[in-house]
């Protein structure tokens, strides 16, 4: 049996879904949120610190993708990352 | 017992279940099926070994798709393009593949995506059943039953008789015998012709035919008399109407009919073509008779030849957009004013495209509502546009973070 994935769209992340996550949550963190995993205290970029997040899978963040008809499904993070 | 013959093979029944579970998934083309089905027979394979070989398969296949959020239409303009730019300097008129010339190139191109109503030169590639594509004579009998023939091109003379008040026809019997015609069938397919031209009468080769006089008239007005004689001088006697010239080639195997001008329907209908495989160049028509599927079709391998024979490497995709784009509604619509572009839902796009002030105002005058769901309307408004990463919502639940 095929694994479950999202009904809508590739069972991956894409790249644009990646990109707007990544920056998303490069601001945040440049503006000062707190950051949800541990990193090495020489690593000052906002960018690197969101994508260090993404993979280690910490980010609350949920997709929703939409098809033209309207019709949506909202997808967690962390099931889009194999 | 030996270890070799103990390894278990996969047996073709076993491939056969896997590959209509792989169509019922519906995760694969179904032309990426059939290859494997023809390539996985011959192997020796073991259960795992063609697994893999699905999954891989699967994997390479779902890495090619296009991503949502991708300007596919973006990049399919720029991609026909460019090479279109190529196009123009390189030649407009190309000569004919055979002896009647073929519009083709840059000028091609655009009569494709303006889908014309009327093709430059439109042609028909006729193809013939088993009983007719080996012999020379039996594909001649195709092809005099579809090239048109009219009176004119089998006639010596075409005269107006003025004494007699009646059309003189000398019919030219060489010329007859060429396109498979005789006196008799002239006779009576003059006879057939409505309105009715007069009484028809026959002489051996020679044919007269009468106008009626009305009541009252004493004798035959010339300008009746004239208008009959162009009927005559045209009537169809055998073809299809617009078939002007039919050429048969020999291609592999098989003689083929090359037509200059097109008449699909009445093709179709002739005894000895295989309608299977019969094509015409002609958009419109293809549309009406074969279905909008079938059209689809013809503009992508229409744009598709015009492009590799000037040796542009154009993807297919991009033009099976273009292609999909003109036929989704049903009909064929055509790249610009009167149809993609002119056909927009929203306002605001319809009026960054063409006469600005025309689209703003009638759609204030009517109550137009835009919901702002395209690109165009957005960057006019100043907003994010439903592209790429602006096409992405996002939400954040600090409280759902998983702890792992």
Redo the contacts between chains.
């Keep these: 049996m ?1 694994k479950k994935g999202p009904k809508i ?3 991956r992340m ?4 990646k ?3 990544v ?2 949550r490069a601001l945040q963190i440049s503006m000062g949120a707190p950051i ?1 995993t541990r990193i090495d205290a020489n690593l000052h970029d906002p960018i690197r610190i969101a994508e260090l997040e993404l993979l280690k ?10 098809l033209p008809s309207g019709a949506f499904e ?1 997808v967690a993070l ?1 099931d889009l990352l194999d | 017992m030996n270890s070799v013959s103990k390894q278990k093979y996969v047996t073709n029944k076993q491939i056969e279940r896997k590959l209509v579970q792989l169509r019922k998934r519906d995760t694969l083309p179904t032309r990426l099926i059939e290859e494997l089905r023809k390539r996985l027979g011959d192997h020796k394979l073991t259960s795992a070994q063609l697994n893999r070989i699905i999954r891989e398969i699967s994997a390479a296949y779902d890495n090619s798709l296009v991503q949502p959020g991708e300007a596919v239409g973006a990049v399919a303009a720029q991609s026909i393009g460019e090479p279109g730019t190529q196009m123009t300097l390189k030649t407009f008129h190309f000569a004919g593949v055979a002896e009647f010339s073929l519009t083709l190139g840059l000028p091609r191109l655009i009569e494709i995506v303006d889908a014309r109503r009327n093709p430059s030169t439109p042609t028909m590639n006729v193809y013939l059943d088993e009983e007719h594509r080996a012999k020379e004579q039996h594909a001649r009998e195709v092809a005099q039953g579809i090239e048109q023939t009219r009176v004119e091109r089998i006639a010596q003379t075409v005269e107006i008789d003025l004494a007699e008040g009646g059309i003189v026809v000398e019919l030219d019997k060489d010329l007859m015998e060429n396109k498979g015609v005789n006196a008799e069938l002239v006779a009576e397919k003059l006879d057939n012709v409505r309105p009715n031209l007069g009484e028809v009468t026959r002489d051996k080769n020679r044919i007269i035919v009468t106008p009626e006089l009305r009541e009252g008239e004493e004798a035959m007005h010339m300008a009746k008399l004239q208008k009959t004689f162009d009927k005559v001088r045209d009537a169809l006697i055998k073809g299809q109407d617009g078939v002007k010239r039919v050429l048969i080639k020999k291609e592999g195997p098989e003689l083929v009919l090359y037509t200059e001008g097109t008449n699909l329907k009445g093709v179709l209908r002739t005894k000895g073509v295989d309608t299977t495989r019969t094509i015409s160049n002609h958009i419109h028509e293809i549309a009406e008779t074969l279905g909008i599927e079938a059209a689809r079709q013809v503009i992508i391998n229409e744009a598709k030849d015009v492009l590799d024979e000037q040796g542009l490497d154009v993807d297919i995709r991009h033009i099976m957009l273009v292609a999909d784009l003109m036929t989704a509604t049903g009909e064929i619509r055509q790249i610009g004013r009167h149809g993609i572009s002119g056909e927009q839902s929203s306002v605001l796009a319809r009026a960054a495209f063409e006469v600005t002030v025309r689209h703003l105002i009638q759609a204030s005058v009517i109550g137009e509502e835009d919901n702002l769901n395209g690109i165009t309307e957005n960057v006019i408004i100043g907003q994010a546009i439903p592209l790429g990463t602006g096409s992405i919502d996002l939400f954040m639940s600090p409280s759902r973070r998983k702890k792992k």
């Design positions: 095929p769209g590739p069972k894409t790249r644009y879904e990109s707007r996550v920056g998303a949800l899978r910490v980010l609350p963040i949920t997709i929703r993708r939409k909202d962390v």
